[in-house]
């Protein structure tokens, strides 16, 4: 099950890498959070701390929504300046 | 056993949401994959959890098609495969691949088996015991950095003049 989260974690990695959009990269980073709380739970329950995994893994979930508010709001202000949201005119905003 | 078809069911959702081209789908196979996981949550004992990944995927979910339909990336992009593409689209496929094997490694070392029997049936009443005596500083910081973020990202996200042009 440790390997099944690995694996979602990579595609979410995966994804991030590949994808051209700001929405792509918001989806890779939900999948690589994702992976990463399965992971606390998981390995919470092999070493006998149950809830502690599962509290990383609600402070990650929400967390999540913190980076996820900051991509939206990032993504509203590109969309202003340029009409589209490419991760190649990220750096419009550094003007 | 059926936390093995769930996780089964999430995976072929996190790969259709990482390899499909149209966002819409990618959306929609990330709250499969949302709803999925919660499902292996709920399976493996952690209700508590379970409950709040459905809600957090169904409301992420319809925050991204929202933003998808305002972006105008409702419509699948015309992508050109380019030489640079397919070897971006690799080297992620290896990175990716080497983080899984790495945490599946790792994952040996842990000391025992995973513990799915329960003495009291349920974790919940112990974990808001935790939540609330335990962790009510991190909690707090948590609320307040969601609060900061909110205000943060409606100073950054808003308009001025000449966004237009």
């Given at each position: 099950?440790m390997?099944?989260s690995?694996l979602?974690?990579?595609l979410?990695?995966v994804?991030?890498?590949?994808?051209k959009?700001?929405?792509?990269?918001?989806?890779g980073?939900?999948?690589?959070m994702?992976g990463s709380?399965m992971i606390?739970?998981?390995?919470?329950l092999?070493?006998g701390?149950?809830i502690?995994?599962?509290?990383?893994?609600?402070f990650i979930t929400?967390g999540?929504?913190a980076q996820l508010?900051?991509?939206?709001?990032?993504?509203?202000?590109?969309?202003?300046?340029?009409r589209r949201i490419?991760?190649d005119?990220l750096q419009?905003?550094?003007? | 056993?059926?936390?093995?078809?769930?996780?089964?069911?999430?995976?072929a959702?996190?790969f259709m949401a990482?390899?499909?081209a149209?966002?819409?789908?990618?959306i929609?196979?990330l709250?499969v994959?949302?709803l999925?996981?919660g499902?292996?949550?709920?399976?493996?004992g952690a209700?508590?959890?379970?409950?709040?990944q459905?809600?957090?995927?169904t409301?992420?979910t319809i925050?991204?098609?929202?933003?998808?339909?305002m972006?105008?990336e409702y419509?699948p992009?015309?992508?050109?495969?380019t030489g640079?593409?397919l070897?971006?689209?690799?080297?992620s496929?290896?990175l990716?691949?080497?983080?899984?094997?790495l945490l599946?490694?790792?994952?040996?070392?842990l000391?025992?088996g995973?513990?799915?029997e329960f003495?009291?049936?349920?974790?919940l009443k112990?974990l808001?015991r935790?939540?609330?005596?335990?962790?009510?500083?991190?909690l707090?910081?948590l609320?307040?950095?969601?609060?900061?973020?909110?205000?943060g990202?409606g100073v950054v996200?808003r308009?001025?003049?000449?966004?237009s042009s």
């Amino acid at each position: 099950m440790m390997l099944v989260s690995g694996l979602i974690g990579g595609l979410g990695l995966v994804c991030m890498i590949s994808r051209k959009s700001v929405l792509g990269l918001l989806v890779g980073l939900q999948l690589l959070m994702i992976g990463s709380t399965m992971i606390f739970v998981i390995a919470g329950l092999h070493s006998g701390l149950r809830i502690q995994g599962q509290i990383f893994g609600l402070f990650i979930t929400l967390g999540g929504i913190a980076q996820l508010v900051v991509g939206y709001s990032l993504a509203i202000r590109l969309f202003f300046l340029k009409r589209r949201i490419s991760l190649d005119d990220l750096q419009a905003l550094k003007q | 056993m059926i936390s093995w078809v769930f996780a089964g069911i999430t995976l072929a959702a996190v790969f259709m949401a990482t390899f499909v081209a149209h966002i819409r789908v990618a959306i929609l196979a990330l709250w499969v994959a949302g709803l999925g996981i919660g499902a292996v949550y709920l399976t493996l004992g952690a209700e508590f959890l379970a409950i709040v990944q459905w809600i957090v995927s169904t409301l992420v979910t319809i925050s991204f098609l929202f933003f998808a339909v305002m972006f105008g990336e409702y419509d699948p992009p015309e992508v050109k495969k380019t030489g640079k593409t397919l070897f971006v689209q690799m080297i992620s496929m290896v990175l990716g691949c080497v983080f899984a094997i790495l945490l599946g490694l790792m994952s040996r070392s842990l000391p025992s088996g995973p513990q799915t029997e329960f003495a009291d049936g349920s974790d919940l009443k112990i974990l808001g015991r935790i939540l609330s005596q335990e962790n009510l500083l991190s909690l707090e910081v948590l609320a307040l950095t969601l609060f900061l973020v909110l205000v943060g990202g409606g100073v950054v996200a808003r308009s001025e003049e000449g966004d237009s042009s």
